[in-house]
């Protein structure tokens, strides 16, 4: 499942949106606020950013301090790798 997705104003990354971020913004406003939010009310910082040549042993401290990590080949995003994917790789 997707649980964050990246947020792009133009080619420039500007946040990303996630399920807590999205929960989090309801519970502060309630139900009725959230049908007149924009992203930006929502939306997380920029994750960390990671060339997808990245060993993945390089990957797992930085998951500790953000939700998920984009990916991008010649600059341009790929992917988005979450704590679970993580896991998964060092298994």
């Not at 133009?10 to 009725?32: N, P, T, Y």
């Not at 998920?68 to 060092?90: E, F, H, N, Y």
């Amino acid at each position: 499942s997707i649980s964050q997705i990246p947020v792009f104003d133009g080619k420039e990354i500007v946040g990303v949106v996630s399920e807590d971020g999205i929960v989090k913004h309801l519970a502060d406003v309630g139900e009725a606020e959230l049908k007149n939010a924009k992203l930006a009310d929502t939306m997380d910082p920029v994750p960390p950013i990671v060339d997808f040549e990245t060993p993945a042993n390089v990957l797992v401290p930085l998951i500790r301090y953000s939700k998920c990590i984009l990916v991008t080949k010649k600059s341009k995003v790929m992917g988005i790798i979450t704590a679970s994917d993580t896991l998964k790789m060092m298994e």
